[in-house]
Protein backbone atom coordinates (compact mmCIF):
# COMPACT_ATOMS: atom_id res chain seq x y z
CA UNK A 1 0.00 0.00 0.00
CA UNK A 2 2.72 2.26 0.59
CA UNK A 3 4.48 1.56 -2.57
CA UNK A 4 2.27 3.06 -4.91
CA UNK A 5 1.97 6.63 -3.58
CA UNK A 6 5.76 6.28 -3.80
CA UNK A 7 6.00 5.33 -7.26
CA UNK A 8 2.99 8.24 -8.14
CA UNK A 9 5.32 10.56 -6.58
CA UNK A 10 8.50 9.73 -7.97
CA UNK A 11 6.78 9.45 -11.21
CA UNK A 12 5.83 13.27 -10.87
CA UNK A 13 9.52 13.77 -9.77
CA UNK A 14 10.84 12.34 -12.70
CA UNK A 15 8.57 14.27 -14.86
CA UNK A 16 8.86 17.52 -13.60
CA UNK A 17 12.89 17.40 -14.14
CA UNK A 18 12.82 15.86 -17.43
CA UNK A 19 10.93 19.23 -18.20
CA UNK A 20 13.02 21.13 -16.51
CA UNK A 21 15.62 19.69 -18.11
CA UNK A 22 13.89 19.86 -21.74
CA UNK A 23 13.41 23.86 -20.72
CA UNK A 24 17.01 23.95 -20.20
CA UNK A 25 19.02 22.01 -22.74
CA UNK A 26 16.63 22.39 -25.81
CA UNK A 27 16.03 25.22 -28.40
CA UNK A 28 12.22 24.55 -28.12
CA UNK A 29 12.52 24.05 -24.58
CA UNK A 30 13.64 27.60 -24.93
CA UNK A 31 11.29 28.83 -26.74
CA UNK A 32 8.44 27.59 -24.13
CA UNK A 33 10.52 29.22 -21.50
CA UNK A 34 9.83 32.36 -22.66
CA UNK A 35 6.31 31.62 -23.59
CA UNK A 36 6.00 30.95 -19.68
CA UNK A 37 7.67 34.19 -18.71
CA UNK A 38 5.38 36.17 -21.18
CA UNK A 39 2.41 34.90 -19.10
CA UNK A 40 4.33 35.10 -15.37
CA UNK A 41 5.63 38.45 -15.97
CA UNK A 42 2.14 40.89 -15.95
CA UNK A 43 2.42 42.77 -18.94
CA UNK A 44 3.06 42.41 -22.63
CA UNK A 45 6.49 40.15 -23.18
CA UNK A 46 7.61 39.59 -27.16
CA UNK A 47 10.62 38.50 -28.62
CA UNK A 48 10.83 38.34 -32.35
CA UNK A 49 13.61 35.78 -32.69
CA UNK A 50 15.07 33.28 -30.03
CA UNK A 51 17.88 30.56 -30.39
CA UNK A 52 20.33 28.47 -28.35
CA UNK A 53 19.70 26.69 -24.83
CA UNK A 54 18.46 28.47 -21.45
CA UNK A 55 21.52 26.57 -19.86
CA UNK A 56 24.72 27.42 -22.24
CA UNK A 57 24.18 30.07 -24.61
CA UNK A 58 21.12 32.42 -25.78
CA UNK A 59 20.75 34.70 -28.45
CA UNK A 60 17.14 36.68 -28.59
CA UNK A 61 16.43 39.38 -31.25
CA UNK A 62 14.09 41.87 -30.88
CA UNK A 63 13.18 41.64 -27.08
CA UNK A 64 10.07 44.05 -26.55
CA UNK A 65 8.72 44.18 -22.72
CA UNK A 66 5.67 46.89 -21.68
CA UNK A 67 3.73 47.16 -18.56
CA UNK A 68 1.81 50.05 -16.94
CA UNK A 69 5.09 51.94 -16.28
CA UNK A 70 7.81 50.46 -17.94
CA UNK A 71 8.90 49.40 -21.25
CA UNK A 72 12.10 48.39 -21.87
CA UNK A 73 13.48 47.75 -25.62
CA UNK A 74 16.41 45.38 -26.89
CA UNK A 75 17.77 44.51 -30.42
CA UNK A 76 19.70 41.87 -29.49
CA UNK A 77 21.23 40.28 -26.70
CA UNK A 78 23.52 37.38 -26.50
CA UNK A 79 24.36 35.56 -23.13
CA UNK A 80 26.75 32.83 -22.18
CA UNK A 81 27.31 30.74 -18.95
CA UNK A 82 27.66 27.59 -17.41
CA UNK A 83 26.26 27.33 -13.73
CA UNK A 84 27.30 23.75 -13.52
CA UNK A 85 31.00 24.75 -13.23
CA UNK A 86 30.72 27.81 -11.01
CA UNK A 87 33.20 25.14 -8.14
CA UNK A 88 35.71 25.38 -10.78
CA UNK A 89 37.68 27.46 -12.09
CA UNK A 90 36.09 27.52 -15.20
CA UNK A 91 33.11 28.93 -15.26
CA UNK A 92 31.96 32.26 -16.58
CA UNK A 93 29.14 34.45 -17.78
CA UNK A 94 29.30 36.33 -20.29
CA UNK A 95 27.02 38.93 -21.66
CA UNK A 96 26.39 41.56 -24.35
CA UNK A 97 23.29 44.04 -26.03
CA UNK A 98 22.95 45.95 -28.90
CA UNK A 99 21.11 49.36 -28.37
CA UNK A 100 18.86 48.89 -25.74
CA UNK A 101 15.74 51.56 -24.56
CA UNK A 102 14.40 51.84 -21.37
CA UNK A 103 11.21 54.24 -20.55
CA UNK A 104 10.03 55.00 -17.51
CA UNK A 105 6.92 56.26 -15.78
CA UNK A 106 5.65 57.42 -19.54
CA UNK A 107 8.32 60.80 -19.75
CA UNK A 108 12.03 59.22 -18.74
CA UNK A 109 14.05 57.74 -21.29
CA UNK A 110 17.83 55.91 -20.68
CA UNK A 111 19.28 54.42 -23.82
CA UNK A 112 22.26 52.14 -24.62
CA UNK A 113 23.91 51.56 -28.34
CA UNK A 114 26.10 48.33 -26.50
CA UNK A 115 26.54 46.92 -23.24
CA UNK A 116 29.18 43.88 -22.42
CA UNK A 117 29.40 42.22 -19.25
CA UNK A 118 31.59 39.06 -18.13
CA UNK A 119 32.42 37.06 -14.74
CA UNK A 120 34.64 34.34 -14.91
CA UNK A 121 36.00 32.29 -12.01
CA UNK A 122 34.46 30.38 -9.59
CA UNK A 123 32.13 31.05 -6.54
CA UNK A 124 35.57 30.81 -4.40
CA UNK A 125 37.07 33.49 -6.49
CA UNK A 126 35.62 35.55 -9.46
CA UNK A 127 36.40 39.00 -11.53
CA UNK A 128 34.15 41.02 -12.51
CA UNK A 129 33.95 43.45 -15.59
CA UNK A 130 31.10 45.88 -17.26
CA UNK A 131 31.19 48.34 -19.91
CA UNK A 132 28.49 50.23 -21.31
CA UNK A 133 27.83 53.56 -23.19
CA UNK A 134 24.09 55.84 -22.15
CA UNK A 135 22.37 58.55 -22.30
CA UNK A 136 18.64 59.81 -21.53
CA UNK A 137 16.48 62.88 -20.75
CA UNK A 138 18.70 63.90 -17.57
CA UNK A 139 21.42 62.10 -18.45
CA UNK A 140 24.23 63.18 -20.84
CA UNK A 141 26.11 60.84 -23.50
CA UNK A 142 28.46 58.82 -20.91
CA UNK A 143 30.50 55.51 -20.87
CA UNK A 144 30.37 53.54 -17.17
CA UNK A 145 33.07 50.90 -16.63
CA UNK A 146 32.96 48.65 -13.79
CA UNK A 147 35.86 46.16 -12.79
CA UNK A 148 36.41 43.92 -9.40
CA UNK A 149 36.64 40.76 -7.91
CA UNK A 150 34.68 38.45 -5.21
CA UNK A 151 34.03 35.28 -3.56
CA UNK A 152 31.75 34.04 -1.28
CA UNK A 153 32.45 36.46 1.50
CA UNK A 154 33.18 39.45 -0.19
CA UNK A 155 32.75 42.00 -3.60
CA UNK A 156 35.08 44.40 -3.87
CA UNK A 157 34.39 46.56 -7.10
CA UNK A 158 37.76 48.99 -6.93
CA UNK A 159 37.11 50.72 -10.39
CA UNK A 160 33.64 52.15 -11.08
CA UNK A 161 34.09 54.81 -13.68
CA UNK A 162 31.38 56.91 -15.26
CA UNK A 163 33.12 59.19 -17.82
CA UNK A 164 30.43 61.98 -19.63
CA UNK A 165 30.56 63.65 -22.87
CA UNK A 166 31.48 67.30 -21.36
CA UNK A 167 34.95 65.78 -19.02
CA UNK A 168 33.02 64.98 -15.54
CA UNK A 169 34.42 61.74 -14.56
CA UNK A 170 33.01 59.37 -11.49
CA UNK A 171 35.23 57.30 -9.73
CA UNK A 172 33.59 54.67 -6.71
CA UNK A 173 34.80 52.12 -4.84
CA UNK A 174 32.83 49.91 -2.84
CA UNK A 175 33.57 46.97 -1.01
CA UNK A 176 31.09 44.70 0.80
CA UNK A 177 31.86 42.16 3.54
CA UNK A 178 28.98 39.82 3.37
CA UNK A 179 31.03 37.41 6.80
CA UNK A 180 31.10 41.13 8.72
CA UNK A 181 27.89 42.45 7.23
CA UNK A 182 29.76 45.75 6.28
CA UNK A 183 29.88 47.58 3.17
CA UNK A 184 31.91 50.44 2.45
CA UNK A 185 31.83 52.98 -0.63
CA UNK A 186 34.45 55.67 -1.21
CA UNK A 187 33.77 58.65 -3.95
CA UNK A 188 37.38 60.66 -4.17
CA UNK A 189 35.58 63.51 -6.11
CA UNK A 190 32.17 65.04 -6.60
CA UNK A 191 32.95 66.80 -9.73
CA UNK A 192 30.43 64.76 -11.84
CA UNK A 193 27.81 65.76 -10.06
CA UNK A 194 27.35 69.21 -12.47
CA UNK A 195 26.80 66.83 -15.33
CA UNK A 196 23.44 65.04 -14.12
CA UNK A 197 22.00 68.10 -11.94
CA UNK A 198 20.26 70.97 -14.10
CA UNK A 199 21.82 74.75 -12.98
CA UNK A 200 25.11 73.60 -10.71
CA UNK A 201 28.45 73.89 -12.03
CA UNK A 202 31.61 74.00 -9.78
CA UNK A 203 30.94 71.18 -7.67
CA UNK A 204 33.69 69.39 -5.78
CA UNK A 205 34.26 67.52 -2.56
CA UNK A 206 34.10 63.55 -1.11
CA UNK A 207 32.28 60.95 0.26
CA UNK A 208 32.80 58.32 2.03
CA UNK A 209 30.31 55.93 3.73
CA UNK A 210 31.36 52.69 6.20
CA UNK A 211 28.05 50.83 7.78
CA UNK A 212 27.78 47.93 9.36
CA UNK A 213 24.05 46.47 9.15
CA UNK A 214 22.22 43.70 11.04
CA UNK A 215 18.55 42.99 11.39
CA UNK A 216 16.08 42.17 9.28
CA UNK A 217 14.53 43.66 6.18
CA UNK A 218 11.80 44.71 8.27
CA UNK A 219 13.58 46.07 11.33
CA UNK A 220 17.44 46.91 9.87
CA UNK A 221 19.99 48.28 11.78
CA UNK A 222 22.62 50.20 11.12
CA UNK A 223 25.88 51.35 12.68
CA UNK A 224 28.52 53.96 11.00
CA UNK A 225 28.16 56.52 9.07
CA UNK A 226 28.12 58.23 5.54
CA UNK A 227 30.55 61.70 5.11
CA UNK A 228 30.39 64.81 2.71
CA UNK A 229 34.01 66.38 3.31
CA UNK A 230 34.90 69.67 1.64
CA UNK A 231 32.14 70.70 -1.06
CA UNK A 232 31.75 72.97 -3.13
CA UNK A 233 28.88 73.78 -5.66
CA UNK A 234 27.69 76.84 -7.05
CA UNK A 235 23.65 77.11 -8.25
CA UNK A 236 24.18 79.24 -11.46
CA UNK A 237 20.72 80.46 -12.23
CA UNK A 238 20.19 82.21 -8.42
CA UNK A 239 23.83 82.98 -7.74
CA UNK A 240 24.31 80.85 -4.75
CA UNK A 241 27.72 79.73 -3.51
CA UNK A 242 28.03 76.89 -1.60
CA UNK A 243 31.35 76.19 -0.07
CA UNK A 244 33.01 74.20 2.99
CA UNK A 245 30.42 71.25 3.16
CA UNK A 246 30.73 68.83 5.77
CA UNK A 247 27.72 67.13 5.92
CA UNK A 248 27.57 63.57 8.75
CA UNK A 249 24.95 60.66 8.63
CA UNK A 250 25.64 58.16 11.33
CA UNK A 251 24.02 55.77 13.19
CA UNK A 252 24.73 54.05 16.27
CA UNK A 253 22.62 50.22 16.29
CA UNK A 254 19.41 52.67 17.01
CA UNK A 255 16.22 52.84 14.86
CA UNK A 256 17.52 56.38 13.64
CA UNK A 257 20.26 57.67 10.80
CA UNK A 258 21.86 61.37 12.53
CA UNK A 259 22.32 64.65 10.56
CA UNK A 260 24.77 67.14 11.80
CA UNK A 261 26.83 69.69 9.63
CA UNK A 262 27.68 72.73 8.11
CA UNK A 263 27.80 74.63 5.05
CA UNK A 264 29.10 78.32 4.16
CA UNK A 265 26.91 80.41 2.08
CA UNK A 266 28.94 83.37 0.86
CA UNK A 267 30.98 84.43 4.39
CA UNK A 268 28.23 82.97 6.68
CA UNK A 269 28.11 79.44 8.19
CA UNK A 270 24.58 77.56 8.16
CA UNK A 271 24.22 74.45 10.35
CA UNK A 272 21.77 71.35 9.92
CA UNK A 273 21.00 69.20 11.89
CA UNK A 274 18.15 66.05 11.46
CA UNK A 275 16.97 62.56 11.52
CA UNK A 276 15.20 60.25 9.79
CA UNK A 277 13.60 56.84 11.09
CA UNK A 278 15.22 53.53 9.14
CA UNK A 279 13.00 51.13 10.29
CA UNK A 280 10.15 52.74 8.61
CA UNK A 281 9.82 52.34 5.15
CA UNK A 282 8.01 55.57 4.35
CA UNK A 283 11.13 57.23 6.05
CA UNK A 284 9.71 60.21 8.25
CA UNK A 285 12.43 62.75 8.68
CA UNK A 286 13.04 66.54 9.91
CA UNK A 287 15.92 68.47 9.04
CA UNK A 288 16.66 72.14 10.59
CA UNK A 289 18.36 74.92 9.10
CA UNK A 290 19.60 77.65 11.08
CA UNK A 291 21.85 80.58 10.07
CA UNK A 292 22.80 84.34 9.78
CA UNK A 293 23.26 87.14 6.75
CA UNK A 294 23.62 84.03 4.86
CA UNK A 295 23.45 85.13 0.81
CA UNK A 296 20.77 83.75 -1.08
CA UNK A 297 20.42 85.08 -4.19
CA UNK A 298 22.89 86.97 -5.76
CA UNK A 299 22.45 87.98 -9.80
CA UNK A 300 21.85 90.93 -11.80
CA UNK A 301 18.31 91.05 -10.48
CA UNK A 302 18.35 90.15 -6.83
CA UNK A 303 20.61 90.25 -3.68
CA UNK A 304 19.18 88.61 -0.84
CA UNK A 305 20.93 87.70 2.87
CA UNK A 306 18.91 85.51 5.05
CA UNK A 307 18.88 84.58 8.57
CA UNK A 308 16.59 81.02 8.74
CA UNK A 309 15.80 79.13 11.69
CA UNK A 310 13.40 77.15 9.66
CA UNK A 311 12.83 72.96 9.45
CA UNK A 312 11.76 70.60 7.27
CA UNK A 313 9.57 67.52 8.18
CA UNK A 314 8.05 64.86 6.00
CA UNK A 315 5.44 62.41 7.60
CA UNK A 316 3.65 60.37 4.83
CA UNK A 317 1.93 62.08 3.16
CA UNK A 318 3.01 65.60 4.22
CA UNK A 319 5.84 67.70 4.11
CA UNK A 320 5.45 71.03 6.28
CA UNK A 321 8.06 74.02 5.55
CA UNK A 322 7.95 75.47 9.33
CA UNK A 323 10.21 78.74 11.58
CA UNK A 324 11.52 81.73 11.16
CA UNK A 325 12.61 83.72 8.43
CA UNK A 326 14.24 86.92 8.30
CA UNK A 327 15.70 88.67 5.54
CA UNK A 328 17.84 91.67 7.37
CA UNK A 329 19.25 92.92 3.60
CA UNK A 330 18.14 92.78 -0.01
CA UNK A 331 18.54 94.77 -3.01
CA UNK A 332 15.48 93.57 -5.20
CA UNK A 333 15.97 95.00 -8.87
CA UNK A 334 13.75 93.08 -11.44
CA UNK A 335 14.36 93.64 -14.89
CA UNK A 336 10.83 92.45 -16.29
CA UNK A 337 7.33 91.44 -15.16
CA UNK A 338 6.12 90.90 -18.49
CA UNK A 339 6.12 87.10 -17.98
CA UNK A 340 4.37 87.33 -15.00
CA UNK A 341 0.87 85.19 -15.31
CA UNK A 342 -1.68 86.12 -12.38
CA UNK A 343 -4.49 82.98 -11.81
CA UNK A 344 -7.68 84.19 -11.16
CA UNK A 345 -8.78 83.37 -7.07
CA UNK A 346 -11.86 81.12 -8.23
CA UNK A 347 -9.61 79.07 -11.26
CA UNK A 348 -10.23 75.20 -11.37
CA UNK A 349 -7.10 73.16 -12.06
CA UNK A 350 -7.85 69.80 -13.82
CA UNK A 351 -5.09 67.29 -13.46
CA UNK A 352 -4.38 64.70 -14.64
CA UNK A 353 -4.22 61.18 -13.05
CA UNK A 354 -0.73 60.60 -12.06
CA UNK A 355 -0.79 64.77 -11.20
CA UNK A 356 -3.54 63.71 -8.91
CA UNK A 357 -1.72 60.55 -7.39
CA UNK A 358 1.35 62.76 -6.70
CA UNK A 359 -0.83 65.46 -5.03
CA UNK A 360 -2.19 62.78 -2.78
CA UNK A 361 0.74 61.19 -2.03
CA UNK A 362 2.77 64.00 -0.93
CA UNK A 363 0.99 67.34 0.57
CA UNK A 364 2.97 70.26 1.14
CA UNK A 365 2.01 73.05 3.78
CA UNK A 366 3.88 75.93 5.34
CA UNK A 367 3.69 78.07 8.42
CA UNK A 368 6.42 80.55 7.93
CA UNK A 369 7.08 83.83 9.83
CA UNK A 370 8.56 86.29 6.99
CA UNK A 371 10.06 89.64 8.61
CA UNK A 372 11.64 91.92 6.33
CA UNK A 373 14.78 94.19 8.39
CA UNK A 374 15.53 97.85 7.84
CA UNK A 375 17.65 97.40 4.96
CA UNK A 376 15.51 95.83 2.48
CA UNK A 377 15.17 98.14 -1.20
CA UNK A 378 13.16 97.75 -3.94
CA UNK A 379 13.64 99.29 -7.63
CA UNK A 380 11.76 99.09 -10.53
CA UNK A 381 10.69 101.05 -13.26
CA UNK A 382 10.59 104.56 -11.57
CA UNK A 383 9.63 103.11 -7.99
CA UNK A 384 12.60 103.07 -5.16
CA UNK A 385 11.31 102.10 -2.19
CA UNK A 386 12.73 101.01 1.69
CA UNK A 387 10.13 97.73 2.80
CA UNK A 388 9.84 96.32 5.87
CA UNK A 389 7.18 94.34 8.44
CA UNK A 390 6.64 91.13 9.11
CA UNK A 391 3.99 88.29 7.72
CA UNK A 392 2.71 85.16 8.76
CA UNK A 393 2.78 82.76 5.70
CA UNK A 394 0.65 79.75 5.46
CA UNK A 395 0.33 77.40 2.55
CA UNK A 396 -1.99 73.51 2.31
CA UNK A 397 -2.19 71.86 -0.16
CA UNK A 398 -4.84 72.83 -2.58
CA UNK A 399 -5.55 76.06 -0.84
CA UNK A 400 -4.29 79.08 -1.74
CA UNK A 401 -1.78 80.77 0.19
CA UNK A 402 -2.91 83.24 2.89
CA UNK A 403 -0.77 86.11 4.92
CA UNK A 404 -1.64 88.18 8.13
CA UNK A 405 0.21 90.74 9.29
CA UNK A 406 1.81 93.91 7.35
CA UNK A 407 4.99 95.40 5.15
CA UNK A 408 5.44 98.62 5.69
CA UNK A 409 7.30 101.24 3.44
CA UNK A 410 9.13 103.97 5.64
CA UNK A 411 10.93 105.39 2.51
CA UNK A 412 9.76 105.29 -1.11
CA UNK A 413 9.71 107.32 -4.15
CA UNK A 414 8.52 107.24 -7.88
CA UNK A 415 9.55 108.69 -11.05
CA UNK A 416 7.74 108.79 -14.00
CA UNK A 417 7.19 111.76 -16.98
CA UNK A 418 10.45 113.84 -15.37
CA UNK A 419 8.51 114.47 -12.10
CA UNK A 420 9.16 112.48 -8.42
CA UNK A 421 6.34 111.72 -6.33
CA UNK A 422 7.27 110.87 -2.64
CA UNK A 423 5.46 107.99 -0.54
CA UNK A 424 4.92 109.11 2.60
CA UNK A 425 2.98 105.85 3.83
CA UNK A 426 2.57 102.87 2.38
CA UNK A 427 1.15 99.44 3.91
CA UNK A 428 0.28 96.42 2.56
CA UNK A 429 -1.99 94.95 5.59
CA UNK A 430 -2.57 91.29 5.49
CA UNK A 431 -5.55 89.76 7.43
CA UNK A 432 -5.49 86.18 6.49
CA UNK A 433 -6.70 86.25 3.36
CA UNK A 434 -4.79 85.52 0.29
CA UNK A 435 -1.37 86.75 -0.25
CA UNK A 436 -1.90 87.94 -3.53
CA UNK A 437 -5.06 90.76 -2.24
CA UNK A 438 -3.39 93.16 0.58
CA UNK A 439 -5.32 95.56 1.93
CA UNK A 440 -3.90 98.94 0.71
CA UNK A 441 -3.12 102.31 3.22
CA UNK A 442 -0.80 104.51 0.78
CA UNK A 443 -0.16 108.71 1.41
CA UNK A 444 1.44 109.53 -2.00
CA UNK A 445 2.32 112.99 -2.55
CA UNK A 446 4.47 115.89 -4.61
CA UNK A 447 5.20 119.10 -3.24
CA UNK A 448 5.14 122.20 -5.96
CA UNK A 449 6.70 125.60 -5.16
CA UNK A 450 5.35 127.91 -7.48
CA UNK A 451 6.69 131.56 -8.66
CA UNK A 452 3.49 134.69 -8.54
CA UNK A 453 4.16 137.55 -10.41
CA UNK A 454 2.27 140.22 -9.27
CA UNK A 455 1.36 143.63 -10.57
CA UNK A 456 2.57 147.32 -8.86
CA UNK A 457 1.29 150.58 -9.77
CA UNK A 458 2.02 151.64 -12.57
CA UNK A 459 4.57 155.19 -12.74
CA UNK A 460 3.03 158.57 -13.81
CA UNK A 461 6.42 159.06 -15.61
CA UNK A 462 6.36 155.58 -17.16
CA UNK A 463 3.94 153.86 -19.15
CA UNK A 464 6.40 150.50 -18.56
CA UNK A 465 4.10 147.99 -15.64
CA UNK A 466 6.02 146.91 -12.74
CA UNK A 467 6.17 143.21 -11.10
CA UNK A 468 7.13 141.58 -8.21
CA UNK A 469 7.46 138.20 -7.46
CA UNK A 470 7.06 135.93 -4.81
CA UNK A 471 6.57 131.89 -3.94
CA UNK A 472 3.46 129.55 -3.48
CA UNK A 473 4.16 126.13 -1.96
CA UNK A 474 1.30 123.34 -3.04
CA UNK A 475 1.04 120.20 -2.22
CA UNK A 476 -0.80 117.55 -4.10
CA UNK A 477 -1.43 114.14 -3.63
CA UNK A 478 -3.41 110.70 -3.92
CA UNK A 479 -5.25 108.59 -1.12
CA UNK A 480 -4.88 104.63 -2.36
CA UNK A 481 -7.23 102.45 -0.21
CA UNK A 482 -9.10 99.32 -0.72
CA UNK A 483 -7.54 95.81 -1.80
CA UNK A 484 -4.80 95.10 -4.86
CA UNK A 485 -7.89 93.91 -7.02
CA UNK A 486 -10.03 97.15 -6.03
CA UNK A 487 -7.80 99.89 -4.83
CA UNK A 488 -10.01 103.04 -4.68
CA UNK A 489 -8.04 106.81 -4.69
CA UNK A 490 -8.71 109.84 -3.58
CA UNK A 491 -6.86 113.06 -5.38
CA UNK A 492 -6.68 115.72 -2.30
CA UNK A 493 -4.65 119.35 -2.76
CA UNK A 494 -3.05 122.04 -0.32
CA UNK A 495 -4.39 124.42 -0.72
CA UNK A 496 -7.59 122.80 -1.33
CA UNK A 497 -10.36 123.49 -3.66
CA UNK A 498 -8.27 122.56 -6.26
CA UNK A 499 -9.92 120.81 -9.14
CA UNK A 500 -9.34 116.76 -9.84
CA UNK A 501 -7.62 117.36 -13.23
CA UNK A 502 -5.29 120.10 -12.29
CA UNK A 503 -4.37 117.92 -9.15
CA UNK A 504 -4.07 115.55 -11.31
CA UNK A 505 -1.45 117.58 -13.57
CA UNK A 506 0.42 119.03 -11.22
CA UNK A 507 1.21 115.08 -10.08
CA UNK A 508 2.49 114.40 -13.46
CA UNK A 509 3.77 117.35 -15.18
CA UNK A 510 3.84 120.14 -12.04
CA UNK A 511 1.80 122.62 -13.29
CA UNK A 512 -2.01 123.30 -13.83
CA UNK A 513 -4.35 121.32 -16.81
CA UNK A 514 -4.96 124.44 -18.28
CA UNK A 515 -1.36 124.78 -19.64
CA UNK A 516 -1.53 121.13 -20.70
CA UNK A 517 -0.61 120.62 -24.42
CA UNK A 518 -2.86 117.99 -26.46
CA UNK A 519 -0.72 115.07 -25.76
CA UNK A 520 -0.53 115.91 -22.37
CA UNK A 521 -4.14 116.39 -22.19
CA UNK A 522 -4.55 112.40 -23.82
CA UNK A 523 -1.66 111.53 -20.82
CA UNK A 524 -4.41 112.57 -18.46
CA UNK A 525 -7.09 110.99 -19.61
CA UNK A 526 -5.19 107.69 -19.53
CA UNK A 527 -4.09 108.10 -16.33
CA UNK A 528 -7.26 108.92 -15.03
CA UNK A 529 -9.07 106.16 -16.98
CA UNK A 530 -6.48 103.82 -14.72
CA UNK A 531 -7.11 105.63 -11.15
CA UNK A 532 -10.87 105.22 -11.51
CA UNK A 533 -11.85 109.19 -12.01
CA UNK A 534 -12.03 109.14 -15.73
CA UNK A 535 -15.57 110.56 -15.44
CA UNK A 536 -14.90 113.61 -13.11
CA UNK A 537 -11.50 114.96 -15.16
CA UNK A 538 -13.11 114.30 -18.20
CA UNK A 539 -15.53 116.35 -17.20
CA UNK A 540 -12.92 119.14 -15.89
CA UNK A 541 -10.58 118.46 -18.91
CA UNK A 542 -13.30 119.50 -20.92
CA UNK A 543 -14.29 122.91 -19.45
CA UNK A 544 -10.80 123.28 -19.22
CA UNK A 545 -10.24 123.23 -22.81
CA UNK A 546 -13.43 124.45 -24.02
CA UNK A 547 -13.99 121.44 -25.56
CA UNK A 548 -17.67 119.28 -26.89
CA UNK A 549 -15.88 116.01 -26.90
CA UNK A 550 -13.56 114.45 -25.52
CA UNK A 551 -12.68 110.79 -24.75
CA UNK A 552 -12.44 107.31 -26.68
CA UNK A 553 -14.25 105.66 -29.55
CA UNK A 554 -14.47 102.58 -31.27
CA UNK A 555 -14.49 102.56 -34.91
CA UNK A 556 -13.27 100.38 -38.16
CA UNK A 557 -10.56 101.23 -39.80
CA UNK A 558 -9.79 100.12 -43.98
CA UNK A 559 -6.27 100.04 -44.39
CA UNK A 560 -6.17 100.89 -48.40
CA UNK A 561 -2.25 99.13 -48.81
CA UNK A 562 -4.45 95.59 -47.81
CA UNK A 563 -8.00 96.41 -47.98
CA UNK A 564 -8.20 94.90 -44.51
CA UNK A 565 -10.69 96.69 -41.81
CA UNK A 566 -9.18 96.87 -38.29
CA UNK A 567 -10.99 97.74 -35.18
CA UNK A 568 -9.56 100.56 -33.83
CA UNK A 569 -9.47 103.03 -29.98
CA UNK A 570 -8.69 106.06 -30.52
CA UNK A 571 -8.50 109.48 -28.36
CA UNK A 572 -10.83 112.09 -29.60
CA UNK A 573 -10.80 115.79 -29.16
CA UNK A 574 -13.86 117.73 -30.72
CA UNK A 575 -15.46 120.79 -30.11
CA UNK A 576 -17.89 122.82 -31.92
CA UNK A 577 -16.59 125.64 -33.78
CA UNK A 578 -20.55 127.24 -34.73
CA UNK A 579 -23.57 125.60 -34.16
CA UNK A 580 -23.50 123.97 -37.56
CA UNK A 581 -19.45 123.19 -37.59
CA UNK A 582 -17.62 120.68 -35.59
CA UNK A 583 -14.07 119.43 -36.02
CA UNK A 584 -12.36 116.90 -34.16
CA UNK A 585 -9.10 115.45 -33.99
CA UNK A 586 -8.32 111.49 -33.08
CA UNK A 587 -5.46 109.72 -32.74
CA UNK A 588 -5.33 106.10 -33.31
CA UNK A 589 -3.95 103.70 -29.84
CA UNK A 590 -4.13 100.13 -31.65
CA UNK A 591 -3.72 101.24 -35.16
CA UNK A 592 -1.07 104.04 -35.88
CA UNK A 593 -3.90 106.74 -37.97
CA UNK A 594 -4.44 110.00 -37.24
CA UNK A 595 -7.26 111.90 -38.55
CA UNK A 596 -8.82 115.10 -38.67
CA UNK A 597 -12.56 115.34 -39.63
CA UNK A 598 -14.83 117.78 -39.59
CA UNK A 599 -19.00 118.12 -40.21
CA UNK A 600 -21.07 120.87 -41.60
CA UNK A 601 -24.68 120.20 -41.06
CA UNK A 602 -26.47 122.05 -43.66
CA UNK A 603 -29.96 120.80 -42.23
CA UNK A 604 -31.64 118.81 -39.69
CA UNK A 605 -31.17 115.84 -41.65
CA UNK A 606 -28.02 116.77 -44.37
CA UNK A 607 -24.83 116.73 -43.39
CA UNK A 608 -21.10 116.67 -44.73
CA UNK A 609 -18.39 115.45 -43.99
CA UNK A 610 -14.75 115.44 -44.72
CA UNK A 611 -12.42 112.99 -43.09
CA UNK A 612 -7.97 113.23 -43.97
CA UNK A 613 -5.58 110.84 -42.15
CA UNK A 614 -3.12 109.30 -43.18
CA UNK A 615 -4.48 106.59 -44.82
CA UNK A 616 -5.95 109.34 -47.44
CA UNK A 617 -8.96 111.92 -47.62
CA UNK A 618 -12.14 110.94 -48.03
CA UNK A 619 -15.99 113.02 -48.16
CA UNK A 620 -19.33 111.58 -46.94
CA UNK A 621 -23.04 112.93 -47.12
CA UNK A 622 -25.48 111.77 -44.53
CA UNK A 623 -29.10 111.81 -44.50
CA UNK A 624 -30.49 110.67 -41.19
CA UNK A 625 -34.01 110.75 -40.02
CA UNK A 626 -34.97 109.86 -36.38
CA UNK A 627 -37.36 108.29 -35.65
CA UNK A 628 -39.63 107.38 -32.01
Do not use: C
Not at 99 to 111: G, T, V
Not at 205 to 222: C, H, I, R
Not at 353 to 382: M, P, R, S
Not at 574 to 588: D, E, F, H, N, R
Amino acid sequence: MIKRPFYILLSILLILLAFTAYLVTTESGLKVALSIATTITGGNFHVEKASGKLIHHVQLTNLDYKNKTTSIKIQNVDFSWRPFLLFSKKSYIHGTWKNMSLLFDKKNNISSKHGDLSINGSLNRYQIEFKSTFHGTSIPQSSLEIQGEGNLKQINLDNISLKTSNGNILNVKININRDKNNFKIYIPDLSFLQAFIPNISKTSGQLTADFNYSGTMKDPVFDGNLNIQNGKMTIDNIGLALSKINLKFSANKSDKILLDGSVYAGSSKLTLTGNTAIQQFTFPFVVNLKGNNALLYNNKSYQIYVSPDVSLTYKKPTMTLSGNLLIPKARITPTDFSNTVTLPNDMIVIRKKEDEKLATELGFETNINLTLGHDVYFFYGGLSANVAGSINLKAAPEQLTTASGNFNITKGTYKAYGTELKINKGNLIYTGGPINNPGLNFNVVKYIRNIIASPQSQSTSSSTQTYSSGFQNITVGMYITGTLDKPKLILFSDPSGMSQSDILSYLLFGFPSGQASGSQAQLLMKAAESTGIGGTLTSDIKQTFGLSELGFQSDAVIDPTSDETQQNTSFVLGKYLTPKLYISYSVGLLVPVNVFSARYFMSRHWMIQTDSSTFGNGADIFYTIQTN
